[in-house]
């Protein structure tokens, strides 16, 4: 092979893989709308020594890592029983170390169709308003339901928060 054909070749070679990165890399580019980047909630049960709660902590009752607005809310249950053999009343108070999801977060938690809380994730900070009733010995099913309302365009995109929901528990009488 000639001299010049062997160049022609290898320039062509070079100029081709050249093309075929510049392809590849462009193809490959992260996005840079982070629209679409879903927030990340666990909710954990706080354990006292009145109550028993299934699952037991640290294990979440509720771990969602696609939280985006106007989805469908992530949902579990958490079973709360009464290991007393007096009369309780329950409310719960969500803590969080990140403030990040506050005012954009709805949480949810009813028992057997009764609302004890309906606020966002700021709003369950200060505690449920009505509180649930425990007998000695009783096991309550409490739903937990997290959602991003349609309207928020900003500010939950990659937020992680790791709430955690204290019983406030008193005597009932």
Known sequence: MNPIRTRLVHAAGVLLGAGLAVFLLAGARPSADYTSLPARVSVTVGLTG????????PKPALA???????????????AVRNQTGQELTVGFRAEAPARDLDGLLRIRLSVD???L?????????????????????????????LWIPGSIT??????????????VVRIAG
Not at 50 to 57: D, N, Q, R, W, Y
Not at 64 to 78: E, F, K, N, W
């Open 64 to 78: 969602s890592r696609g939280i985006l607005p106007g989805a469908t809310p992530a949902q579990a249950d958490a």
């Open 154 to 167: 900003a500010g939950y995109q990659g937020r992680t928060a790791a709430v955690t929901l204290t019983p």
């Open 117 to 145: 809380a309906d606020t966002t994730l700021q709003g369950l900070r200060a505690g449920t308003r009505i509180p649930l009733a425990l007998n000695a010995g009783v096991e309550r099913t409490v739903r937990v339901e």
């Open 113 to 115: 169709g009764q609302t």
């Open 50 to 57: 009145e109550l028993g709660v299934t699952p037991a902590p």
